[in-house]
């Protein structure tokens, strides 16, 4: 037995493939010479075939087609040639006591891991970073003034937050961070989900105090967010909300959880943020319309929302909506006519939205806007910086849920954007030790007034576009930042609401593109379709923390579908003698009496009955083949008792039905017999192709003749044309097809028994499953191979498996697989037990008729026999 490969290398310069390594050679024959230049396979000058391809170049030499000649491998006989059997096995505990010790090296080590901030310090080349540190400090701070005031104000929270959000957890990166162009400080999508936290904890609060209420009757204040205890609320809430995120993070980056983003796919992450971004710009409405509607949180909160501001829409306040309009306007012009056009051009991006803020604030203050046209405005925003003070935790049960939502979301972001800026700059981040600080900058800054902290894209690309060399830039921004706290802040009191509001809506400009992206969600995947609709609709429409949950169970459901009904498919091979999906390709071809599967899938549990099935379905289902040779069984002995059957005759007619294929008509009614008709004649009356005896009686199972059992079937060896040949193989296409087609017997009311539809399930007398894909077998999956095995085998149909992985071949020994399918059957490679496979022919069913399943083989290891 000989199995023959073709390697193709890769196209190097100048056509030359230098090397390739094959496995398991025992002897490599180099073809050279005219042979392969009247086959037309290299060097000629015949235009290449419509379904060839080659990754070499048509001009290469004969030497580089390698052909391997060795002997059929079973898995067995393989390891015991090559498996390595010196490896000894490793002692957990000796293994533990080998790095238990201490030096100053490993100190070091570990020191600078946790805080890597000493490593920077330690390393810091004064004259080459310094300069490029400060001017990209200087400019991220910039940025992070209008997000800080107008993100304050999206958290549901004091303005004054928002600033020290944007202060203490850019130093506190600086300390434990790896990336220097990581921003932390507020975030739009994590403000959002903040605020849906301190708006439901607050009508909490309201419910249980009523008097609350009545102070805003009174008129001292405009709404209840005015109130000064109701603030102090909700900042308290924002605060145990960030406290319980960072000791999540803290602890998933010391048990190294990172990996649990994972489970989260892009698809989900960009309806999430999109449909996050229609409830920003929702929540950033009213004041840019300038009137008061009452904030509703939960389901359909968006509906409530905007059912409120319609309510209220003659109430617009035309001063702010101006404001708010000018505001965009400019942004957007500067940002996509000037900054993004020139980027190349310009050293640092043109700070638009500082510069709005300052001239807003100017001709408000001026104009007198909240006097004279009664604009919201910013107000008194205190100039200190607050003492640190412990965040209540007593209603910390209601919102833990939503702190693991946002600890995840915190670190799937921001390591995502860490992770683009190091792929640019040519450095790598550790997961673990991100995760911690990003837990440490919302576990420290908690005690100091600042809600969740994240990651902010556009700063960190400006950073990152700035050439950024260390964190120490962070101390740059701190300090510009407080600064703006000590001396400037105050300045900002007449600055209106609707400029920040503007500036948060302008910001969501990318996120209300990037909902464009579910049409190519659709065209590439209808899963990741499914995941996209299903959580922006529930986003959107339920609510934010509603969606999220959605979205999840979405995309894990997904996974499990997708595994679940993974596609399987018979394999074939091509005139090139590349292993292929069979009817995919018009040159595909099987081995004649040998059925191949193919499965791209774990094969566990929720799939195990599915891939069965697919087998059957694909290949020969032996369940019904039994069925149909125990009826026919049944049809022979009843008409041997009535003396009428004829085996004569109906194997003549058997014959006549085969030789009328190669028969046509002439336009004038004369029957033409084909070139090949006498050929096939000839094979047919000496073919075994009646039946067997059934206990002296005739038996259903046909046998194929043995010189069609050999996989050589072509036109030399079978004495056919072209034409010919393609007949035959139209003529297998439609048997293939007719056993397929259940015709109704008027006997019975069952599935009819006819010749044709035996001989097209017998001639099969090998099935091959090709394991190469299936990374992952469990107990389940294990008992379907072997009962599978013993199926076929009620039919005389062998089972084969191919290139089963070691963790799957040891999952099989540990279940009992060995126990009934025989070591002998499991082969290395796919082309091993094709080799030996197409070697065999049909074997003769038993003449002491065919026996159903045993109980013990119908009940599988069914746990409801135990019951």
């Known amino acids: 037995m000989v199995i023959q490969y073709v390697v193709d290398c890769k196209s190097p310069p100048k056509g030359d493939c230098t090397s390739a390594s094959v496995r398991d050679v025992r002897q490599v024959a180099i073809e050279m010479g005219s042979k392969d230049q009247q086959n037309g396979k290299v060097g000629s000058d015949e235009k290449p075939e419509k379904f060839r391809r080659s990754s070499c ?13 060795r002997q059929p491998f079973t898995q067995t006989s393989f390891d015991e040639l090559h498996l390595n059997t010196d490896q000894t096995p490793v002692n957990r505990l000796s293994k533990i006591k080998e790095n238990i010790y201490c ?55 004091k303005i004054e937050n928002g600033l020290y959000t944007s202060l203490w957890p850019i130093l506190i990166y600086m300390i434990f961070g ?15 989900l903040t605020a849906t936290v301190v708006d439901r904890q607050g009508e909490m609060f309201q419910s249980l105090h009523p008097d609350l209420i009545n102070k805003t009757i009174a008129g001292n204040y405009s709404s209840i967010d005015d109130l000064p205890e109701y603030l102090d609320y909700k900042e308290s809430i924002a605060m145990s909300v960030t406290l319980f995120c960072g000791l999540m993070m803290i602890a998933m980056g010391f048990l190294k959880l990172g990996f649990i983003t994972a489970y989260l796919s892009e698809s ?76 190349h051009k310009i050293v640092i991006p043109i700070p638009i939205e500082l510069i709005v803020v300052i001239v807003g604030t100017l001709a408000a203050y001026f104009g007198e806007f909240n006097k004279n046209f009664g604009v919201d405005i910013v107000g008194s925003i205190p100039n200190s910086i607050p003492a640190p003070v412990l965040p209540p935790v007593d209603e910390a049960p209601d919102f833990l849920v939503d702190c693991f939502i946002l600890a995840i979301l915190i670190f799937a972001n921001t390591i995502a954007m860490a992770k683009i800026c190091a792929k640019k700059h040519n ?82 400009k990318g996120l209300f593109v990037q909902i464009s992206i579910g049409y190519k969600y659709w065209k590439v995947s209808k899963y990741d379709f499914v995941i996209w609709l299903s959580t922006f609709l529930a986003v959107v429409f339920l609510d934010i923390d509603v969606g999220l949950g959605v979205g999840v169970g979405v995309s894990l459901i997904s996974v499990v579908f997708q595994t679940q009904f993974a596609s399987g498919y018979r394999v074939g091979r091509s005139k090139d003698g590349v292993f292929v999906e069979h009817k995919k390709y018009n040159d595909s071809q099987e081995t004649l009496g040998v059925k191949v599967f193919r499965y791209n899938s774990s094969l566990y549990f929720a799939n195990a009955e599915i891939f069965r099935s697919q087998v059957y379905g694909k290949t020969v289902n032996p369940r019904k083949l039994l069925k149909l040779l125990k009826k026919k069984e049944k049809k022979v002995a009843k008409t041997q008792k009535d003396g009428v059957y004829n085996n004569e005759f109906r194997r003549d007619s058997v014959i006549t039905r085969e030789l009328n294929n190669y028969i046509t008509t002439t336009p004038g009614g004369d029957p033409v ?45 079978n004495g056919f044309n072209n034409n010919t040949q393609s007949r035959m193989g139209r003529r297998h296409s439609s048997l293939d097809s007719t056993f397929l087609d259940d015709e109704e017997d008027p006997d019975d009311g069952g599935e009819v028994v006819t010749d044709a539809k035996l001989r097209s399930l017998r001639k099969t007398h090998h099935v091959i499953i090709d394991c190469s894909a299936i ?32 963790t799957m071949r040891d999952a099989m020994k540990h279940a009992g697989v060995y126990d009934k399918i025989p070591l002998e059957n499991v082969f290395v490679e796919l082309s091993d037990a094709l080799a030996v496979a197409k070697t065999h022919k049909i074997i003769p069913l038993p003449s002491s008729g065919l026996g159903d399943f045993s109980d013990d083989e119908a009940a599988e290891d069914c746990y409801v026999t135990n019951l």
């Open 268 to 343: 989900f992450f960009a309806a999430f943020t999109s449909g996050a971004a229609v409830h920003i710009f929702t929540s950033q409405v009213t004041p840019m319309l300038g009137i008061n509607v009452p904030r509703h949180s939960g389901v359909f909160k968006i509906v409530k929302n905007y059912k409120g501001i319609f309510e209220h829409i003659t109430e617009v306040n035309f001063t702010a909506l101006i404001c708010a309009v000018i505001t965009m306007v400019v942004i957007l012009i500067v940002k996509d006519c000037i900054n993004e056009r020139f980027k």
């Open 427 to 508: 450095y790598e981040v550790d997961d673990s030790q991100e995760m911690i600080a990003y837990g440490m900058c919302n576990f420290l800054s908690c005690f100091l007034k600042c809600f969740p902290s994240s990651v902010a894209p556009p700063r960190s690309m400006v950073s990152s576009a700035m050439n950024t060399k260390t964190t120490l830039n962070g101390l740059v921004t701190s300090v510009l930042i407080l600064m703006i706290i000590l001396f400037i802040s105050p300045l900002f009191a007449a600055l209106p609401k609707a400029i920040l509001a503007a500036i948060i809506a302008v910001a969501l």
């Open 57 to 69: 170049p048509p001009t290469m030499a004969s030497e580089n087609l390698i052909t391997v000649r």
């Open 775 to 806: 990374n992952y077998l469990d107990v389940s999956g294990a008992n379907v191979l072997s009962h599978m095995f013993v199926e076929y085998g009620h039919v005389n149909i062998t089972m084969f498996l191919a290139g089963c992985s070691a």
């Open 673 to 717: 017999k084909s070139p090949a008709y006498d050929s096939v004649q000839n094979r047919l009356n000496n073919a075994e192709i009646g039946m067997s005896t059934f206990s002296g009686m005739d038996n259903p199972g046909f046998s194929i003749p043995e010189e069609m059992s050999s996989n050589s079937y072509t036109r030399k060896q």
């Open 178 to 192: 790896t990336s220097p162009h990581v921003s932390m400080g507020t975030s739009a999508v994590i403000c959002i």
């Open 103 to 157: 030096s100053k090296k490993r100190s070091w080590k570990i020191l600078t891991s946790y805080i890597p901030f000493i490593k920077t310090i330690r390393y810091y080349k004064l004259r080459e970073y310094l300069m490029v540190d400060f001017l990209a400090g200087l400019t991220v701070g910039i940025l992070h003034i209008p997000q800080a005031l107008g993100f304050g104000q999206l958290t549901s929270v």
